[in-house]
């Protein structure tokens, strides 16, 4: 079974920076695409970032490009999401997954991790 571990989130001040981290069951990792999601109270989940199997391509939402960065550690199954210059409408719940499907939709996403909250104080 495909397990998914988010950690790495917190509070922090409007400009600040965080780096989630989103640990994967062994087997897992390497064959997939990966991606963070984040849901803000009241409103739908929504696509942050991806990232390809071989870690050659990145793709972000167009409200964190240049702020947000997508990795991955082969080595450690881990796939991390750097924040910087953080607003409070980053904050959400951030959700790390795999991504089966070819769209940005949750809906080509599966083996959701428990999700970490990241709340961005003004």
């Known amino acids: 079974q495909v397990q998914l571990v988010e950690s790495g989130g917190g509070m922090v001040q409007v400009g600040g920076s965080l780096r989630l981290s989103c640990a994967a069951s062994r087997g897992t990792f390497s064959t997939n695409a990966m991606g963070w999601h984040r849901q803000a109270p009241g409103k739908e989940r929504e696509f942050v970032a991806g990232i390809t199997r071989d870690g050659a391509n990145a793709y972000y939402a167009d409200s964190v490009k240049r702020r947000f960065t997508i990795a991955r550690d082969s080595a450690k199954d881990t796939v991390y999401l750097l924040m910087n210059s953080l607003k409070p409408e980053d904050t959400a719940v951030y959700f790390c997954?795999?991504?089966?499907?070819?769209?940005?939709?949750?809906?080509?996403?599966?083996?959701w991790g428990q999700g970490t909250q990241v709340t961005v104080s003004s």
């Open positions: 997954a795999i991504w089966y499907g070819s769209s940005r939709s949750s809906l080509d996403f599966g083996s």
